[in-house]
């Protein structure tokens, strides 16, 4: 079955990085979209980031525009988010998200399958 696992999080510095995974599992997974959402305690779901099945096809919240990139690997079934310059407001747990049916970001994030989560946290 569909199934997608997150891995990279951890405690970061003000201004430091980090690297996010989602390893895809159940389904071909080059062939949809894929997105990044983040929550943060008391506060509802974001979307983050998306990428598409096509090349160039990505999106971006502005919140973290010029300091995230995502980007997969098709051959590894493997969506990251590269994080860069972050900021204690970047805290939250990170979630990767398809539906097998949206191949583009051209419009809502993909949801519906949905990883564990895995916790960001950002402080001196």
């Known amino acids: 079955q569909v199934q997608l696992v997150e891995s990279g999080g951890g405690l970061v510095q003000p201004g430091g990085s980090l690297r996010l995974s989602c390893r895809a599992f159940g389904f071909a997974s080059d062939l949809y979209a894929i997105g990044w959402f983040r929550q943060a305690p008391g506060q509802q779901r974001e979307g983050v980031s998306c990428?598409?099945?096509?090349?160039?096809?990505?999106d971006y919240a502005d919140s973290v525009k010029g300091r995230f990139t995502i980007s997969r690997d098709n051959t590894k079934h493997t969506v990251y988010l590269q994080m860069n310059a972050l900021k204690p407001e970047d805290t939250a747990i990170y979630y990767c998200?398809?539906?097998?049916?949206?191949?583009?970001?051209?419009?809502?994030?993909?949801?519906?399958?949905w990883g564990q989560g895995t916790q960001v946290t950002v402080s001196s």
């Open positions: 990428i598409g099945s096509s090349d160039g096809d990505t």
């Open positions: 998200a398809t539906d097998t049916i949206t191949t583009g970001c051209t419009g809502a994030y993909p949801v519906g399958y």
